[in-house]
């Protein structure tokens, strides 16, 4: 009996153990550059919102700029069923850009839904042209808060300790090293068209239901397996003791 209940416990030990390994961290708003977002240049990024909730929608979604890092250059695509907003703050050490002085620059950027937002179950992704990107760090940290149509406010604004994980991240764009040995990568604003307006990007979130789904499967089989010796090692013991 005592081994029974040893091998009940260790069974119990390793399921409590796998159904922690098997949860997965919530999604929550991303940006990712469209190729790469080099120090000294310019890059298009995506701003990925997820909608978390099965009762509301994301009818707004806010994305601040740091003012320790300007850019001085920030145009977003325009988006069917939003409407976009760009804030704009005074500078208190002058850019200089292409021979000019920029004595302000975008310090938020603020998308409102017109029609019925992100539902539940979808993404949407908002495009930013974003430039000169600063040489004298490695991220940006681009604080979020996002709305939904229940008057719930998500405010993605941690910024995690090294080896930490936070509860409610913010989006981070990763700076890799410039393309060429002048600091620049990728063509000035002046220098290409802003984008066109495209059909919404609003898309089902397969990708984490399927990446959901694969790990519970997964885990389901390695819990099935620890059953499987558990029982193999019970009955075995019972034979030996017989």
Known sequence: MRTSARLCTL???????????????????????????????YATVNVKVP???????TVKVEMSLPTEHPLSSVMPQPVPGWEIEVTKAPLDKPLEV?????????????????????????????????GRLPENTDQLVLKSVQTYSNKEVVRWIDVPEEGQEAEHPAPVLALSAADDGHGTAGPSPEAAPAPAAQDSDVKKADGNGTDTTARWLGITGLLLGALGIAAALFTGRRRTDA
């Open 51 to 57: 909608n978390e909730r099965d009762n509301a929608s």
């Open 98 to 130: 292409h021979g000019r002085k920029i004595t302000e620059a975008v310090s938020k950027v603020s998308w409102t839904a017109t029609g019925k937002g992100i539902e539940p179950g979808y993404f949407q992704k908002f495009p930013l042209s974003v």
């Open 11 to 41: 069974v119990a030990a390793t399921a409590i153990g796998l159904m922690a390994v098997a949860a997965p961290a919530s999604a929550h708003v991303s940006v990712q550059p469209e190729g790469t977002a080099a120090r000294g240049g």
